[in-house]
């Protein structure tokens, strides 16, 4: 399963932010895009990023967040009509972020194990540049409604499948094991980096090319034919 129905997240070890909340509305920036003034509107779908992803979805108020921005409660109903709406924009903007990443490279001449190496690493870097959203789409969505909640549900089958796309084009080339469940195999790749949401801090020791180039040199150690034993296939299209 790609989106993880996963307990809590560990606790967030960042400093508060102790300013009034007159102080930190005056000037939020984007914590995507630093040093990146945003309009009313962009505030408070970064802001509710943050505490949802802080606190959890049912946990904030629409109160809490005007407490936030430093506004009057109604005053969010000039922009946005309700707290949902806010939890699915932030969901579908994380889904945008993970489709224009990957499907790309659809269409890149790499081989089998290139595209997967390819894949990791823009996957981990769409989390670490995004990671309050990247908390949110990958814990929250399990709290939309009904229709939102099967447009997600719809959208991770579709990346579910890029992922056996690409260990199925390693297999049908003779880089990867004859054997290997390819189904399987894509749900452990694709775990691996979901799950990154839940430790990695950007700023740490370790880069997001860091952390991808130890998921694969572990994980495809374990999918790739025995030295010696590799196959000359056709040339890597990314189709099946």
Same mark, same amino acid.
């Given at each position: 399963?790609?989106?993880?129905?996963?307990?809590? %997240?560990?606790?967030?070890?960042?400093?508060?932010?102790? &300013?009034?909340?007159?102080?930190?509305?005056?000037?939020?920036?984007?914590?995507?895009? %630093?040093?990146?003034?945003?309009?009313? +509107?962009?505030?408070? *779908?970064?802001?509710?990023?943050?505490?949802?992803?802080? &606190?959890? *979805?049912? /946990?904030?108020?629409?109160?809490?967040?005007?407490?936030?921005?430093?506004?009057?409660?109604?005053?969010?109903?000039?922009?946005?009509?309700?707290?949902?709406?806010? @939890?699915?924009?932030?969901?579908?903007?994380?889904? +945008?972020?993970?489709?224009? =990443?990957?499907?790309?490279? &659809?269409?890149e001449q790499l081989t089998p194990q290139g595209r @997967? +190496?390819?894949?990791?690493? +823009?996957?981990? $870097?769409?989390? /670490?540049?995004?990671?309050?959203? !990247?908390?949110?789409?990958?814990?929250?969505?399990?709290?939309?409604?009904?229709?939102? @909640?099967?447009?997600?549900?719809?959208?991770?089958?579709?990346?579910? /499948?890029?992922?056996r796309e690409l260990i199925a084009e390693g297999v049908?080339?003779?880089? *990867?094991?004859?054997?290997?469940?390819?189904?399987? =195999? =894509?749900? @452990?790749?694709?775990?691996?980096?979901?799950?990154?949401?839940?430790?990695? &801090?950007?700023?740490?020791?370790?880069?997001?090319?860091?952390?991808?180039?130890?998921?694969?040199?572990?994980?495809? /150690? $374990?999918?790739?034919?025995? !030295?010696?034993?590799?196959?000359?296939? %056709? %040339? =890597?299209?990314?189709?099946?």
């Open positions: 399963m790609s989106i993880s129905d996963a307990s809590s %997240p560990p606790p967030d070890t960042r400093s508060p932010d102790t &300013r009034s909340p007159d102080a930190r509305s005056q000037n939020i920036q984007s914590p995507d895009v %630093p040093d990146s003034p945003v309009s009313r +509107r962009e505030q408070i *779908y970064l802001v509710a990023g943050r505490l949802f992803s802080e &606190r959890g *979805y049912h /946990a904030t108020s629409m109160r809490d967040l005007a407490a936030e921005l430093g506004i009057q409660g109604g005053s969010l109903y000039a922009h946005i009509s309700g707290k949902e709406d806010l @939890l699915i924009e932030i969901v579908n903007r994380a889904a +945008r972020q993970f489709d224009a =990443a990957l499907y790309s490279l &659809r269409s @997967l +190496r390819e894949a990791m690493t +823009r996957h981990l $870097g769409v989390i /670490a540049e995004n990671m309050d959203s !990247a908390t949110v789409f990958f814990h929250e969505w399990k709290h939309l409604s009904p229709e939102p @909640l099967a447009a997600v549900i719809a959208w991770r089958d579709g990346i579910e /499948a890029f992922y049908q080339a003779g880089v *990867y094991r004859p054997e290997l469940n390819v189904k399987m =195999a =894509a749900n @452990l790749v694709l775990s691996s980096v979901n799950w990154a949401y839940t430790w990695y &801090r950007p700023g740490g020791a370790l880069s997001p090319q860091d952390v991808a180039t130890s998921f694969e040199q572990m994980l495809l /150690a $374990g999918l790739e034919q025995p !030295a010696g034993q590799q196959l000359s296939g %056709p %040339p =890597a299209t990314g189709e099946q």
